[in-house]
C-alpha cells in the first residue's frame, strides 16, 4: 500500500525523515560510554553503510545455504534490506550488484533480486512524486526521488548483459532464468531508451525461455 501525506500537506520548513536518519547515521560512528548498570565499558557504533554491507553479505550467504529456511528468510529480508540501501547509499548496492551479477549461482541470484527490487521501488517512488499535490511531500523528498531514478538509470548499462546470461541459466537454475526474464521485461518496458541496443537480444532469450517452459509442460517423461 501507498503512504499518502496527511490532509493539509507537510510543513515544508520541518526536516524530512530521510533527513533526520542521515544525520543520526553521521553521529552514531564512534565509541559511546555507557553510563552506568552492570555493563560497564564502551560500546562501539559502526557507520551505517558498513553495517548494511554485512548484512548482504550475510543474506549472500543464506541464499548459498542448504537449508530451506534460510533460503526462505533470503526472500523475506533483502527486498526490505535493498530499500534501507537505496536511502543510506546507493553506491554500496552498485558495488556488490557490480562484483555479484555476472556471477554463477547464488550471487547473481542475489543480486539480480534486489536489482529487480530497486527498479521497481525506484518506478513506484517516481510516479507517486509526480501525482503529489503541491505541498503534500516532506522537503526534498522529490529531489532525493529525481537523483535516485537518475542514479539507478545510469548505472543500468552495467547490467543489460548479465541480465542476458541469466536467462541463458535456465538448465543450472530455473529461478534465475526466470529472475533474469523478469529484468529483462522491465528494462525494456520502462527503459526502452536505455536498454534499445539490447532489445533484440533480450526479447529473443525471453522467447527462448517460455519457448522451454512450453515444452516441459507437454513432455510426457517430464516428472514435475
Known sequence: HKHRPPQGGVDQSTPSLLDRLSDASDSMSGQIQHPGGDFKGTVQFEPLGTVLTR???????SAADVRWELRRMTLQVLPLLTVASLWHDTALLEQLWSRWLP?????????????????????????FASAAPPGALARGCADRVAALSRRLAAFLPRTLPSIGSLIDRQ??????CALGVELAVIVQCRYGGIAAEWQQDHVSKVTQFFTHIFSLAHDPSFAP
Open 55 to 61: 548484512i548482504l553479505h550475510e543474506v549472500l550467504n
Open 103 to 127: 556471477a554463477e549461482g547464488p550471487p547473481a541470484f542475489v543480486a539480480a533480486l534486489s536489482i529487480r527490487e530497486a527498479l521497481l521501488r525506484t518506478l513506484e517512488y517516481s510516479e
Open 171 to 176: 538448465r543450472a537454475s530455473l529461478r534465475s
